[in-house]
């Protein structure tokens, strides 16, 4: 939101869509700062609830007639297979003059940090260089781009062609060295785990949805003389929505089940964003656990 309203001048903005607006909740925060501006959403999820103006379709630039003076697309690019073609739909509907926001994961940063990058979900990956060829070959000008550490690419552009740029600097050698790193970093981790079930310890695997899905495949195909399965104590989510799905043959537990667990060597594997690692962490010591560690596939051992 910080990003938008310190580089838009929303006095000229009256009419804006968000592309992929779920709830609904940056429309509505962005209606509450600047209440002249006209909001709607355009969401395809079954959602019981939206609390803005929300179309219940996937994207297209036949729903609409009217033009907009503001296009949000956030963490919906990286979804979408051909994103020239998506761009140019979204130009189709921008006025003249009109500005289009996107807000994708920052690959460079992620790598750097070696956090979780290739989600099974996600198609396309972007730089900041990346970001700009993609403006250009979308026939639009890139007014600003947010490239920080720590937080998503922002992205800030518009329909006027009047102000292109072209950025010509090429980082593919290092983004190729940072993910060569980042899958030694992945294969010490399994080979890691590996070890530790040699040794006896059993596996929880604590969050159930992509990261796990990918680890726990990477792991599986690593051992030849028992099925992973074996090793495996449970698959537990904080997720009340979660609960009771299934997910690789195992159905998912809340994490008041580990309160019955007491003598096993425990090895658990966060599987999550690393900014809700601390607090899985907190939880895991409560337990009073005699013997377990704690990894982190992207990094390690971390306890």
Known sequence: MKFLSDTVDFSHIVNVLEVGSNRGDFLYHLKFRFSHINIIGIEPSNLDFVGVPTVRAFFSRNIFLNKFDLVIVRHVLEHIKHPVNFLSDIKAILADEGKLFIEVPNTMND???????????????????SMNRLVEESDMSLLTIGDEDGVPLMVLMSNAVTMRTHNSYDNSKEIKALIGEYRKSMDDTVRSVKELIN?????IFYGSKNTFLWFYNALDVSIVHTPLKEHVLAVIDDSAERIGKRVSGFSVKDFGYLNAIKDEEIVFILCAARDNAKAMINKIKKLGLKDYKIILPWIGEVV
């Open 111 to 129: 790598l750097m940090e070696k956090i979780e990058v290739f989600n099974p979900d996600h198609v396309c990956y972007f730089t900041a260089q």
């Open 199 to 203: 040794k006896g310890y059993k596996i």
